[in-house]
């Protein structure tokens, strides 16, 4: 299946999004009310329609049409990712984290590193075998989880099966992510990354304390390695790096792209080749941390940043496991989207839980039955300063980053659904209405979308800003006695729906990021003269995303976070509970951010005042 909207509403959405952004310029534009000299981004825009937009679209489908294969999203935004030369860490890896396992005994460190290691290796034998059931995205439950429909879903031939689904509400999604989930590693380079994938990855990577181990956890027969020789590996390694390296390489991980490609050359030059080659081509990395969690604040900073010496960011996954047993998956972000991981964790954590490979106090193997081998590395002075210098950007870095959770109990989604709303519509509008009271005005905004939908499709935006989130807001904020409570409930109802039409027509791949994303692209390609629309300012603003937002849900999920995308922006991890709004936030501004939550308790208490029939104070 392809993915290409259709010109006409998209420009529609994007006139009425751009408009939005840029109110407040001196009148005189008839279109828009722009000043005379200064840029209208409508006019603009309708220029880009009908003129050099109108034929870059005709060349993407043509391009999609000779390219059945795979979906015109695909190699862009690789490149969108590999190109990026800001360190990953903070800026892309996101992560997620693990409950517990209910049964207390099982979350010592090496007994749920062992659960969690084999778990994730069988998943690794599932995807060689090819029996993993292709991901289906419910959109009606009830229905679609039925034996008959996944038998009905198994019989129909590939091409056509997404069309099947779709008659019955529900998609069988994208799997091709999942060739990079294992054996890879995006490795740096001058101007563009790359990605590596090692088709015989035999190798687990394991990290303590900032020391590199490497030992075998599948046999060449594809076997996996007996569960107590994997504890026995992991507890040797817990009392081998009993300190820390005086330079950790990890730290290389969080530079910048450019200046972490010309240092892995030196690396390479200086005879580290075999070494790199050894991470680059693990099966995964496994992340014995020396540390105990004691809130979810502190979780968080582990899981998205640690304090990067164990961490090797340029990997697919990292599984990462505290002293506590806390578990978790940060992730680099070009090779796959949150939906591939969330199903690897959600199999791994059930697999673990249910069917664990070791009990508590069970006895390891004697160590000599196969090698465990550290990796040593070679590093002269200019090596040595490199990984301090990065050291320091680093901490740098991390001293400004906040994490901040909220939580509020006072409606969930079951109350929202009795009152006939669409509980993400109401989390995404209390944020619109929080951005209006805090800075006064509207704010780019964006809300992921898997389009997994789609043959080798990735993501979609959700744009929450709209006329109608805005009028709400306004009315909200600015003119809380001008209403009745019946006008403003009526708003509410109006934005849910609107954001509910968003949603579906995001996965629906009918959302205008992308398409317009692609057409840029094709642009830049060819070396043509960049178009006027994506040099206005109005473009910048658009893309210049304040409230990153993104929601996932599932009994494995403890919670999951991301860095702010941009440096005066908000990360915002977030779910609607059956009785309870939580989520989970990160910014460099700390006093802004703190002050977003204030801001968002009392949007989402208005909002409970509407609907429950009483007036605004
Ligand atoms: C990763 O390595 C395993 C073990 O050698 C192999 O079976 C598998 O096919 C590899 N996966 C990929 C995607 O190359
Ligand atoms: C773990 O870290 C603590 C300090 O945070 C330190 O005292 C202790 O020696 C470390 N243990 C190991 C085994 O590295
Ligand atoms: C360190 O090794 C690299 C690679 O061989 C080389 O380019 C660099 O000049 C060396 N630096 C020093 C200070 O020896
Ligand atoms: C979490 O724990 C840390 C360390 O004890 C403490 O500084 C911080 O204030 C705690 N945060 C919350 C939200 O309780
Ligand atoms: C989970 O573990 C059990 C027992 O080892 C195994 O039979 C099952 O196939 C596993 N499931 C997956 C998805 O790997
Ligand atoms: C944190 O965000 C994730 C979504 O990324 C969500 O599932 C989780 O419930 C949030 N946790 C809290 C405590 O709000």
């Keep these: 299946m392809c993915a290409l909207g ?19 310029r001196p009148s005189s534009c008839k279109l828009c009310s722009a000043g005379r000299d200064s840029s209208c981004p409508k006019e603009i825009a309708r220029e880009f329609e009908k003129g050099v937009g109108r034929k870059l679209h005709r060349d993407l489908v043509e391009f999609d049409k000779k390219n059945k294969h795979t979906s015109y999203i695909s190699d862009p935004w690789f490149d969108m990712y590999l190109c990026a030369r800001d ?33 994730s290796i069988k998943f690794l034998n599932s995807l060689n075998n090819e029996f993993l059931r292709p991901d289906i995205y419910y959109v009606n439950p009830k229905w679609s989880q039925s034996r008959l429909f996944k038998k009905f879903i198994s019989l129909l031939p590939t091409s056509v099966s997404w069309y099947g689904a779709y008659m019955v509400n529900a998609y069988p999604l994208d799997m091709s992510q999942y060739k990079r989930l294992f054996n890879s590693s995006r490795i740096p380079k001058l101007n563009k990354d790359e990605l590596f994938t090692n088709e015989w990855g035999r190798h687990l990577l394991v990290m303590r304390n900032g020391h590199f181990y490497v030992f075998d956890v599948l046999d060449p027969g594809g076997n996996i390695l007996h569960p107590s020789e994997i504890q026995a590996q992991l507890i040797y390694i817990l009392q081998d790096a009993d300190r820390l390296p005086e330079f950790s390489l990890c730290y290389l991980t969080t530079e910048d792209r450019n200046t972490w490609a010309a240092v ?15 991470i680059d081509s693990a099966v995964f990395c496994l992340c014995l941390d020396n540390i105990s969690l004691k809130n979810d604040t502190e979780l968080s900073h582990c899981m998205l940043h640690g304090r990067g010496f164990n961490r090797w960011f340029d990997k697919s996954f990292s599984l990462i496991i505290t002293s506590d047993g806390t578990a978790g998956v940060n992730f680099e972000h070009s090779w796959g989207d949150g939906v591939a991981v969330l199903r690897f964790v959600n199999e791994v954590y059930r697999n673990s839980t249910r069917h664990p490979a070791i009990v508590p106090h069970s006895s390891p193997a004697a160590l000599s039955a196969t090698k465990c081998e550290r990796l040593e590395f070679k590093l002269n002075d200019s090596i040595q300063s490199a990984i301090n210098a990065a050291r320091m950007k680093f901490e740098e870095t991390n001293e400004k980053i906040s994490v901040r959770m909220f939580e509020f109990r006072k409606f969930g989604k079951e109350f929202l659904v009795k009152q006939k709303l669409s509980p ?194």
């Design 264 to 278: 892995r050359q030196q690396l390479l030059e200086a005879g580290n080749e075999d070494n790199l080659q050894k």
């Design 424 to 617: 993400d519509a109401v989390f995404q509008l209390a944020c619109q209405m929080t951005a209006y009271r805090q800075f006064g005005k509207i704010i780019s905004s964006y809300e992921a979308c898997s389009t997994a939908a789609f043959k080798h499709g990735r993501t979609e935006t959700i744009r929450p800003t709209s006329i109608l989130t805005k009028q709400c807001s306004r009315a909200f904020v600015e003119e809380r006695s001008k209403h009745s409570v019946a006008e403003l409930r009526n708003m509410i109802d109006e934005c849910s729906k609107y954001h509910r039409r968003l949603q579906l027509e995001a996965a629906l791949g009918k959302g205008f990021d992308r398409h317009l994303f692609a057409l840029k692209h094709l642009s830049v390609s060819r070396g043509d003269p960049m178009p006027e629309l994506f040099l206005d300012s109005a473009y910048q603003k658009l893309n210049h995303i304040i409230l990153s937002t993104s929601t996932l849900h599932s009994p494995a999920v403890h919670l999951g976070g991301f860095g702010p995308v941009v440096p005066d922006g908000f990360g915002i991890g977030y779910n609607v509970f059956d009785t309870w709004v939580g989520c989970n936030t990160t910014g460099y501004l700390n006093r802004e951010l703190q002050e977003f939550l204030r801001c968002l308790e009392y949007s989402l208490t208005d909002i409970l005042d509407v609907l429950e029939g009483r007036p605004l104070v």
């Design 87 to 119: 360190p990953v860490v903070l800026n892309f890896n996101p992560f997620i984290s693990l409950n517990p396992d209910p049964k207390e005994a099982y979350n010592s460190q090496v007994v749920r590193a062992t659960n969690l290691v084999v778990s």
């Design 6 to 24: 259709i010109i006409r509403p998209i420009l529609l959405y994007l006139l009425s999004t751009l408009l939005l952004l840029n109110k407040g």
